[in-house]
């Protein structure tokens, strides 16, 4: 724990803060269309992805991703109604944006990877949400639609961090942080 | 600069039957969640609706509620469990539920009583989750949760206080956010009217926000680090949240409390 520097953990929090008053808009517009459009709500799911995919492109170092959204749980927990609970959804996300890196043992950094966790939530999330709000009473055609959703929504929300994480590449922030390329002798 | 509520601040100690602000965070936590994943489960409409009387009772007994609270858990949620049921009755599948009883013909499209059956126990299975959430997160302040993650989890200090630092942006971040609007306009960068208008306006606010954020965020590391913030492997607190016999006690007799609604719902 001592190796990290300060400046990476409240980079984090900085950014699990921002993500945080983002998400929590986003939280109660999700709530009032899953109560009435139960499969369109999921259009949201890739802003819950976006924070973790943000401070993970940035910053480039291992486990910023669940730290920004550990961080963007915590905030919004007053705000949000849902009590702790929003800490478990926010760690939840932000897992899918952690594993493809975690299991490479975060060698390298690519594109890719971001894209391969959101296919993951793409894939794994209708199949548990399935179980919690008992998706198998609906037509055929809203479980195939919540399928596509969340895939679009979660692809979405990762290239839009990586944008967003590359324009603030350009402003030169996040220089203390920032992983450091190996320097070629 | 306008006064606001800090929704962070220390909590005004208790008094008399008020509880749950007494006790520790991961108490209220712990207490729960047993039967919180094992609501996941449940299909009917009777063991979710016990639960929600369960976590109303120990809130409204052992909480402090404030009018948002109040208003939280007299109108809100009640609300939205009506709403989710009847939305979810109506998005049913009509061919896979008990067609014995019809409540309401529209048409070719009849609303049939297993329809509502499903569509409500879906409802109160999610509004029963959400309120024995609200148990401890209407009665625990952020900062108390990241103390005692720290004290009793052996969480690292220094992401503990990472955290508690996060707290603090929120407000910072805010009055950050109003500059950059102030600045924007007086540019006369993204004006218009409408829906798309207001999404560019917001999009152009992401990037400059995050880099006012990450910049103030390296300048405090950088007085912790003069601080000689993590210097050394343990540290002490000035707030101390302890885990008493009482948290024992909450957590025990709410997890009795919760085998016991299974079995009485089980049993009927």
Sequence with gaps: MSRV???YLLTCAAIGVAGGILLLGANWVSTALFATVPFISVVLIGLWLLPAVVGMRLLER???ALLVGLISGL???PFSGYGFGSVATNLWYAAFVELPFLLVLYRFWSRWQYFAGAVVVGAVYP???AATFDLFSFPWWGQALFFVLTLVSSIGGVALGIAIADALRRTGVARIARRRPPVRA | MTVAIDPYAEAAPSRGLRFLPALNPLAKIAAPLPAMIALVFARDLVTPLAFL?????VLLVGARLSGRMLGLLALAIPASVLVIGLGFSVWADAARVDQSVAVLQLGGWTLYGGALATGFSTALRLGAIVSLALVGGLTTTGPDLVR???QQLRVPYRIGYTALAAFRFVPRFGHELEIIRQAHRVRGAHGGRGPLAAAARWGGYVVPLLAGAIRHAERVALAMDARAFGAHPTRT???????RARDVVFVVAFWAASVALFLLAASR
Aim: proline content about 7%; cysteine-free; charged content about 5%.
């Design chain 1, 5 to 7: 520097s300060t400046a």
């Design chain 1, 75 to 77: 905030v919004i927990v």
């Design chain 2, 53 to 57: 009387v369960l976590a109303y009772a």
């Design chain 2, 148 to 150: 005692s993650l720290v």
């Design chain 1, 127 to 129: 199949v548990l949400a």
């Design chain 1, 62 to 64: 291992p486990l910023a």
């Design chain 2, 237 to 243: 607190e000035r707030h101390l949240v302890p885990f």
